[in-house]
Protein backbone atom coordinates (compact mmCIF):
# COMPACT_ATOMS: atom_id res chain seq x y z
CA UNK A 1 0.00 0.00 0.00
CA UNK A 2 1.38 3.61 -0.51
CA UNK A 3 0.51 6.84 1.22
CA UNK A 4 -0.29 9.44 -1.70
CA UNK A 5 -3.62 11.46 -1.97
CA UNK A 6 -2.54 12.68 -5.12
CA UNK A 7 -3.28 9.44 -7.06
CA UNK A 8 -5.66 6.38 -6.10
CA UNK A 9 -4.09 4.01 -4.29
CA UNK A 10 -4.79 1.15 -2.31
CA UNK A 11 -4.07 1.23 1.59
CA UNK A 12 -4.93 -2.06 2.73
CA UNK A 13 -5.49 -5.21 1.55
CA UNK A 14 -6.71 -8.72 3.24
CA UNK A 15 -6.36 -11.40 3.31
CA UNK A 16 -2.25 -11.95 2.34
CA UNK A 17 -0.07 -14.50 2.74
CA UNK A 18 -1.88 -18.41 4.41
CA UNK A 19 -5.31 -18.73 5.58
CA UNK A 20 -6.90 -22.38 6.94
CA UNK A 21 -9.62 -23.86 5.01
CA UNK A 22 -11.61 -24.16 8.34
CA UNK A 23 -12.04 -20.47 8.07
CA UNK A 24 -14.72 -21.03 5.56
CA UNK A 25 -16.42 -17.53 4.02
CA UNK A 26 -13.64 -15.42 5.00
CA UNK A 27 -13.71 -12.00 3.20
CA UNK A 28 -11.57 -10.13 0.95
CA UNK A 29 -11.56 -6.55 1.61
CA UNK A 30 -9.57 -3.46 -0.41
CA UNK A 31 -9.63 -0.48 1.19
CA UNK A 32 -8.57 2.64 -0.77
CA UNK A 33 -7.42 6.24 -0.29
CA UNK A 34 -10.08 8.06 -1.74
CA UNK A 35 -14.32 6.88 -2.39
CA UNK A 36 -14.90 5.06 -5.50
CA UNK A 37 -18.75 4.90 -4.90
CA UNK A 38 -21.43 6.77 -3.74
CA UNK A 39 -22.77 6.65 -0.29
CA UNK A 40 -26.25 6.75 -1.26
CA UNK A 41 -25.66 4.15 -3.93
CA UNK A 42 -23.75 1.49 -1.49
CA UNK A 43 -27.04 -0.75 -0.76
CA UNK A 44 -27.75 -0.88 -4.44
CA UNK A 45 -24.00 -1.25 -5.61
CA UNK A 46 -23.33 -5.33 -6.70
CA UNK A 47 -20.04 -4.56 -8.70
CA UNK A 48 -16.71 -5.12 -7.25
CA UNK A 49 -13.37 -3.62 -8.23
CA UNK A 50 -11.32 -6.35 -8.51
CA UNK A 51 -11.33 -9.90 -9.92
CA UNK A 52 -10.16 -12.94 -8.54
CA UNK A 53 -7.73 -16.04 -9.62
CA UNK A 54 -9.06 -18.67 -10.10
CA UNK A 55 -12.63 -17.83 -9.96
CA UNK A 56 -15.19 -18.30 -7.28
CA UNK A 57 -19.05 -17.57 -7.00
CA UNK A 58 -20.09 -14.93 -4.45
CA UNK A 59 -20.80 -11.37 -4.28
CA UNK A 60 -19.36 -7.91 -3.81
CA UNK A 61 -20.20 -5.58 -1.02
CA UNK A 62 -19.21 -2.00 0.27
CA UNK A 63 -18.39 -0.94 3.93
CA UNK A 64 -18.58 3.20 2.97
CA UNK A 65 -17.75 4.46 -0.23
CA UNK A 66 -13.71 3.18 -0.15
CA UNK A 67 -13.76 -0.10 1.03
CA UNK A 68 -14.84 -2.94 -1.14
CA UNK A 69 -15.12 -6.83 -0.13
CA UNK A 70 -15.79 -9.87 -1.39
CA UNK A 71 -17.67 -12.88 0.22
CA UNK A 72 -17.34 -16.58 -1.11
CA UNK A 73 -20.85 -17.96 -1.77
CA UNK A 74 -19.64 -21.94 -0.52
CA UNK A 75 -16.25 -20.88 0.92
CA UNK A 76 -12.21 -21.09 -0.51
CA UNK A 77 -11.37 -24.46 -2.30
CA UNK A 78 -8.90 -26.20 -0.06
CA UNK A 79 -4.87 -26.43 -1.10
CA UNK A 80 -5.40 -23.09 -3.50
CA UNK A 81 -3.49 -20.09 -4.02
CA UNK A 82 -5.74 -17.14 -4.80
CA UNK A 83 -4.95 -13.83 -6.67
CA UNK A 84 -6.51 -10.70 -6.25
CA UNK A 85 -5.76 -7.97 -8.82
CA UNK A 86 -7.43 -4.38 -9.31
CA UNK A 87 -6.42 -2.87 -12.68
CA UNK A 88 -4.72 -0.03 -13.41
CA UNK A 89 -6.62 3.49 -14.56
CA UNK A 90 -9.22 2.72 -11.71
CA UNK A 91 -10.81 6.35 -10.79
CA UNK A 92 -12.34 7.47 -7.51
CA UNK A 93 -15.38 9.66 -7.84
CA UNK A 94 -12.92 12.65 -7.30
CA UNK A 95 -10.75 11.30 -10.51
CA UNK A 96 -8.17 9.69 -9.24
CA UNK A 97 -6.54 7.43 -10.81
CA UNK A 98 -4.78 3.96 -10.08
CA UNK A 99 -1.59 4.59 -11.81
CA UNK A 100 -0.24 0.98 -11.54
CA UNK A 101 -2.09 -2.72 -11.13
CA UNK A 102 -2.21 -3.95 -7.54
CA UNK A 103 -2.31 -7.63 -6.85
CA UNK A 104 -1.88 -10.17 -3.71
CA UNK A 105 -1.58 -13.49 -3.06
CA UNK A 106 -3.50 -16.07 -0.56
CA UNK A 107 -3.39 -19.53 -0.33
CA UNK A 108 -5.98 -22.04 1.41
CA UNK A 109 -3.91 -24.25 3.95
CA UNK A 110 -5.83 -27.20 4.47
CA UNK A 111 -6.02 -27.61 8.71
CA UNK A 112 -4.56 -30.75 10.27
CA UNK A 113 -7.02 -34.35 10.98
CA UNK A 114 -6.18 -35.54 13.94
CA UNK A 115 -6.80 -39.10 15.19
CA UNK A 116 -7.00 -41.52 17.77
CA UNK A 117 -7.21 -44.82 18.40
CA UNK A 118 -8.94 -47.16 21.03
CA UNK A 119 -6.81 -49.21 22.27
CA UNK A 120 -4.24 -46.60 23.14
CA UNK A 121 -1.10 -47.25 21.09
CA UNK A 122 1.21 -49.01 23.46
CA UNK A 123 -1.50 -51.17 25.09
CA UNK A 124 -1.49 -55.10 24.93
CA UNK A 125 -4.20 -56.74 22.72
CA UNK A 126 -5.69 -59.91 21.91
CA UNK A 127 -5.35 -61.78 19.04
CA UNK A 128 -8.41 -61.17 17.48
CA UNK A 129 -8.81 -57.55 18.89
CA UNK A 130 -10.67 -54.89 16.90
CA UNK A 131 -9.58 -51.18 16.88
CA UNK A 132 -11.87 -47.79 17.06
CA UNK A 133 -10.85 -44.95 15.16
CA UNK A 134 -11.89 -41.72 15.79
CA UNK A 135 -11.56 -38.33 13.95
CA UNK A 136 -11.90 -35.10 14.96
CA UNK A 137 -13.84 -33.98 11.62
CA UNK A 138 -16.30 -36.99 9.40
CA UNK A 139 -14.27 -38.89 6.98
CA UNK A 140 -15.66 -41.43 4.30
CA UNK A 141 -14.97 -45.63 5.07
CA UNK A 142 -13.99 -45.57 1.36
CA UNK A 143 -11.07 -42.65 1.70
CA UNK A 144 -9.99 -44.28 4.78
CA UNK A 145 -9.54 -47.30 3.48
CA UNK A 146 -7.03 -46.64 1.12
CA UNK A 147 -5.12 -44.71 3.72
CA UNK A 148 -5.41 -47.57 6.40
CA UNK A 149 -3.06 -50.78 6.88
CA UNK A 150 -2.94 -53.48 9.55
CA UNK A 151 0.26 -55.38 10.19
CA UNK A 152 1.22 -58.51 12.52
CA UNK A 153 5.09 -58.79 12.49
CA UNK A 154 5.13 -56.80 9.28
CA UNK A 155 2.36 -58.97 7.85
CA UNK A 156 -0.39 -57.11 6.09
CA UNK A 157 -3.85 -58.22 7.80
CA UNK A 158 -6.98 -58.18 6.04
CA UNK A 159 -9.61 -56.03 7.84
CA UNK A 160 -13.40 -54.93 8.17
CA UNK A 161 -13.97 -51.23 8.48
CA UNK A 162 -17.41 -49.92 9.63
CA UNK A 163 -18.84 -46.72 10.95
CA UNK A 164 -19.23 -47.42 14.62
CA UNK A 165 -22.81 -47.23 16.13
CA UNK A 166 -21.72 -47.95 19.48
CA UNK A 167 -18.62 -46.53 20.47
CA UNK A 168 -18.49 -42.87 21.40
CA UNK A 169 -16.35 -40.52 19.65
CA UNK A 170 -13.28 -39.03 22.38
CA UNK A 171 -13.56 -35.51 20.10
CA UNK A 172 -17.29 -35.24 20.90
CA UNK A 173 -19.32 -34.26 23.70
CA UNK A 174 -22.32 -37.00 24.88
CA UNK A 175 -24.73 -34.62 23.25
CA UNK A 176 -22.61 -34.70 20.12
CA UNK A 177 -22.71 -38.22 20.38
CA UNK A 178 -26.08 -38.83 20.28
CA UNK A 179 -26.39 -36.34 17.64
CA UNK A 180 -24.12 -38.27 15.52
CA UNK A 181 -25.83 -41.65 16.37
CA UNK A 182 -29.15 -40.23 15.03
CA UNK A 183 -27.38 -38.94 12.02
CA UNK A 184 -25.13 -41.82 11.19
CA UNK A 185 -24.04 -42.73 7.87
CA UNK A 186 -22.52 -46.07 7.20
CA UNK A 187 -20.21 -43.91 4.46
CA UNK A 188 -19.60 -40.89 6.15
CA UNK A 189 -18.53 -41.15 9.85
CA UNK A 190 -16.09 -39.62 12.48
CA UNK A 191 -15.95 -43.24 14.00
CA UNK A 192 -14.55 -46.37 12.35
CA UNK A 193 -14.56 -49.75 13.80
CA UNK A 194 -11.38 -51.93 12.71
CA UNK A 195 -11.98 -55.79 12.58
CA UNK A 196 -9.33 -57.87 11.52
CA UNK A 197 -9.79 -60.48 9.46
CA UNK A 198 -7.13 -62.88 10.62
CA UNK A 199 -5.25 -63.55 14.02
CA UNK A 200 -2.51 -62.04 15.10
CA UNK A 201 0.55 -63.76 15.90
CA UNK A 202 1.28 -65.03 19.27
CA UNK A 203 3.57 -62.19 21.27
CA UNK A 204 4.31 -60.03 18.22
CA UNK A 205 3.72 -56.52 17.10
CA UNK A 206 0.37 -55.00 15.60
CA UNK A 207 0.55 -51.48 13.95
CA UNK A 208 -2.22 -49.87 12.64
CA UNK A 209 -1.20 -47.47 9.97
CA UNK A 210 -2.84 -44.15 8.84
CA UNK A 211 -1.44 -42.71 5.63
CA UNK A 212 -0.03 -39.45 5.26
CA UNK A 213 -2.84 -36.95 3.17
CA UNK A 214 -6.35 -38.59 4.47
CA UNK A 215 -8.76 -36.05 4.12
CA UNK A 216 -11.99 -35.10 5.97
CA UNK A 217 -14.74 -35.41 4.19
CA UNK A 218 -15.32 -31.53 3.78
CA UNK A 219 -11.61 -31.41 2.51
CA UNK A 220 -11.51 -28.84 5.34
CA UNK A 221 -8.80 -31.10 7.39
CA UNK A 222 -6.04 -33.35 6.21
CA UNK A 223 -3.70 -35.77 7.93
CA UNK A 224 -0.08 -33.95 7.76
CA UNK A 225 1.86 -36.80 8.94
CA UNK A 226 1.51 -40.48 8.75
CA UNK A 227 0.55 -42.37 12.12
CA UNK A 228 1.08 -45.19 13.49
CA UNK A 229 -0.98 -47.30 16.49
CA UNK A 230 1.59 -50.39 18.00
CA UNK A 231 0.62 -53.05 20.03
CA UNK A 232 1.81 -55.95 21.51
CA UNK A 233 -0.05 -59.26 21.88
CA UNK A 234 0.18 -61.86 24.47
Do not use: M
Not at 209 to 233: D, H, M, P, V
Amino acid sequence: PVNDDSALNVIQATPEGKILSTEGRKEIYVVFNHPLVPLAALDEETKGVFSISPSVKGKFRWYGSRICAFIPEDGWSADTEYTVKIPAGLKSLNDKSLRKNYSFKFTVEVAELDARCYPYSGNTVDYDQSFTLSFDSPVRRDVLNKHLTLKSNKRTIGYTLAASSEENNDYESEEENKTADRNKSPEVSRTFIVKPQQLFNRDGDVVLALRAGLKSENNYFKLIQSKNFEYKTH
